[in-house]
Protein backbone atom coordinates (compact mmCIF):
# COMPACT_ATOMS: atom_id res chain seq x y z
CA UNK A 1 0.00 0.00 0.00
CA UNK A 2 1.24 3.33 -0.61
CA UNK A 3 -0.09 7.27 0.30
CA UNK A 4 1.07 10.28 -0.81
CA UNK A 5 0.78 13.07 1.01
CA UNK A 6 -0.65 15.61 -1.41
CA UNK A 7 -4.17 15.73 0.32
CA UNK A 8 -2.28 16.98 3.35
CA UNK A 9 -1.16 19.99 1.87
CA UNK A 10 2.58 18.51 0.99
CA UNK A 11 1.87 17.35 -2.68
CA UNK A 12 5.20 20.18 -3.74
CA UNK A 13 7.08 18.30 -0.67
CA UNK A 14 6.95 15.16 -3.00
CA UNK A 15 6.53 12.58 -0.09
CA UNK A 16 4.27 9.50 0.84
CA UNK A 17 4.83 5.95 2.75
CA UNK A 18 4.57 2.48 1.55
CA UNK A 19 3.34 -0.76 3.27
CA UNK A 20 4.07 -4.24 2.29
CA UNK A 21 5.85 -7.46 3.07
CA UNK A 22 9.38 -7.17 3.32
CA UNK A 23 10.19 -8.39 0.15
CA UNK A 24 8.27 -6.16 -1.86
CA UNK A 25 9.84 -3.14 -0.03
CA UNK A 26 13.22 -4.24 -0.15
CA UNK A 27 12.76 -4.43 -4.38
CA UNK A 28 11.44 -0.88 -4.36
CA UNK A 29 14.48 0.20 -1.89
CA UNK A 30 17.17 -1.32 -4.81
CA UNK A 31 14.74 0.45 -7.41
CA UNK A 32 14.43 3.91 -6.19
CA UNK A 33 16.74 7.05 -6.16
CA UNK A 34 19.46 7.29 -3.25
CA UNK A 35 18.03 10.90 -2.69
CA UNK A 36 14.43 10.45 -2.95
CA UNK A 37 12.78 12.23 -0.18
CA UNK A 38 15.14 15.16 1.12
CA UNK A 39 15.11 15.86 5.15
CA UNK A 40 13.02 19.27 5.05
CA UNK A 41 9.92 16.90 3.06
CA UNK A 42 10.49 14.41 6.21
CA UNK A 43 10.19 16.70 8.64
CA UNK A 44 7.23 18.13 7.18
CA UNK A 45 5.56 14.80 6.89
CA UNK A 46 6.40 13.97 10.58
CA UNK A 47 4.39 17.55 11.55
CA UNK A 48 1.22 16.62 9.07
CA UNK A 49 0.71 12.97 10.09
CA UNK A 50 1.17 14.15 14.38
CA UNK A 51 -1.09 17.39 13.78
CA UNK A 52 -4.56 15.20 13.71
CA UNK A 53 -6.67 18.36 13.56
CA UNK A 54 -4.71 19.36 10.28
CA UNK A 55 -5.47 15.91 8.49
CA UNK A 56 -9.00 16.76 9.26
CA UNK A 57 -8.87 19.94 7.99
CA UNK A 58 -7.12 19.25 4.61
CA UNK A 59 -8.99 16.13 4.20
CA UNK A 60 -12.41 17.89 4.71
CA UNK A 61 -11.12 20.93 2.54
CA UNK A 62 -10.11 18.42 -0.50
CA UNK A 63 -13.31 17.03 -0.27
CA UNK A 64 -15.06 20.15 -0.63
CA UNK A 65 -13.66 21.67 -2.90
CA UNK A 66 -13.39 18.19 -5.37
CA UNK A 67 -16.82 18.00 -5.48
CA UNK A 68 -17.38 21.88 -6.10
CA UNK A 69 -14.54 22.04 -9.26
CA UNK A 70 -16.28 18.68 -10.57
CA UNK A 71 -19.39 20.26 -10.44
CA UNK A 72 -18.52 23.42 -12.33
CA UNK A 73 -16.30 22.58 -14.21
CA UNK A 74 -19.38 19.70 -15.45
CA UNK A 75 -21.94 22.67 -15.30
CA UNK A 76 -19.57 24.69 -18.10
CA UNK A 77 -20.44 21.32 -20.38
CA UNK A 78 -16.97 19.76 -19.78
CA UNK A 79 -16.07 16.21 -18.71
CA UNK A 80 -14.79 15.21 -15.60
CA UNK A 81 -13.26 12.06 -14.79
CA UNK A 82 -14.42 10.92 -11.42
CA UNK A 83 -12.08 10.85 -8.91
CA UNK A 84 -11.33 10.43 -5.29
CA UNK A 85 -8.03 12.07 -5.23
CA UNK A 86 -6.71 15.60 -4.67
CA UNK A 87 -7.40 16.24 -8.50
CA UNK A 88 -9.79 15.99 -11.24
CA UNK A 89 -9.09 15.16 -14.91
CA UNK A 90 -10.54 17.78 -17.20
CA UNK A 91 -11.72 16.60 -20.66
CA UNK A 92 -11.66 19.28 -23.36
CA UNK A 93 -14.05 19.23 -26.54
CA UNK A 94 -12.10 17.79 -29.87
CA UNK A 95 -11.99 21.60 -31.67
CA UNK A 96 -8.50 23.17 -31.64
CA UNK A 97 -10.44 26.94 -30.00
CA UNK A 98 -11.59 25.07 -27.03
CA UNK A 99 -8.99 22.54 -26.73
CA UNK A 100 -6.86 21.59 -24.00
CA UNK A 101 -3.92 23.16 -25.80
CA UNK A 102 -5.94 25.93 -25.98
CA UNK A 103 -6.93 26.28 -22.62
CA UNK A 104 -3.37 25.34 -20.96
CA UNK A 105 -2.27 28.26 -23.16
CA UNK A 106 -5.40 30.36 -22.04
CA UNK A 107 -4.60 29.70 -18.47
CA UNK A 108 -1.26 29.66 -17.73
CA UNK A 109 -1.18 33.23 -19.23
CA UNK A 110 -3.59 33.94 -16.06
CA UNK A 111 -1.23 32.29 -13.80
CA UNK A 112 -3.11 29.18 -13.48
CA UNK A 113 -0.71 26.24 -14.08
CA UNK A 114 -2.87 22.73 -14.74
CA UNK A 115 -0.69 19.79 -16.21
CA UNK A 116 -1.01 18.96 -19.79
CA UNK A 117 -1.92 14.77 -19.69
CA UNK A 118 -1.03 14.01 -23.53
CA UNK A 119 2.07 11.72 -22.47
CA UNK A 120 -0.55 9.81 -20.38
CA UNK A 121 -2.84 9.00 -23.43
CA UNK A 122 -5.19 12.15 -22.43
CA UNK A 123 -4.52 14.33 -25.51
CA UNK A 124 -7.19 16.10 -24.77
CA UNK A 125 -7.15 16.97 -20.92
CA UNK A 126 -5.63 18.69 -18.13
CA UNK A 127 -5.36 17.37 -14.55
CA UNK A 128 -6.01 19.95 -12.25
CA UNK A 129 -4.76 19.63 -8.06
CA UNK A 130 -7.39 20.94 -5.99
CA UNK A 131 -6.23 24.01 -4.55
CA UNK A 132 -7.19 26.66 -2.08
CA UNK A 133 -10.53 28.33 -2.84
CA UNK A 134 -9.20 31.51 -4.39
CA UNK A 135 -7.19 29.20 -6.84
CA UNK A 136 -10.15 26.89 -7.17
CA UNK A 137 -12.74 29.54 -8.17
CA UNK A 138 -10.25 31.40 -10.19
CA UNK A 139 -9.70 28.47 -12.17
CA UNK A 140 -13.00 27.87 -12.91
CA UNK A 141 -13.89 31.75 -13.32
CA UNK A 142 -11.15 31.47 -16.28
CA UNK A 143 -12.17 28.44 -17.61
CA UNK A 144 -15.93 30.29 -17.93
CA UNK A 145 -14.39 32.62 -19.89
CA UNK A 146 -12.22 30.74 -22.24
CA UNK A 147 -15.17 28.52 -23.39
CA UNK A 148 -17.15 32.21 -24.39
CA UNK A 149 -14.14 32.92 -26.16
Do not use: C
Amino acid sequence: MTRTFSKLGLGGARIGWMYGPAHIVDAINRVRGPFNVNATAIEAGIAAIRDRAHVERSVAHNEKWLVWVSEQVTLLGLRVTPSVGNFVLIHFPDDKRHSAAAADDYLSARGYILRRVTGYGFPNALRMSIGTEEANRGVVEALTSFLKS
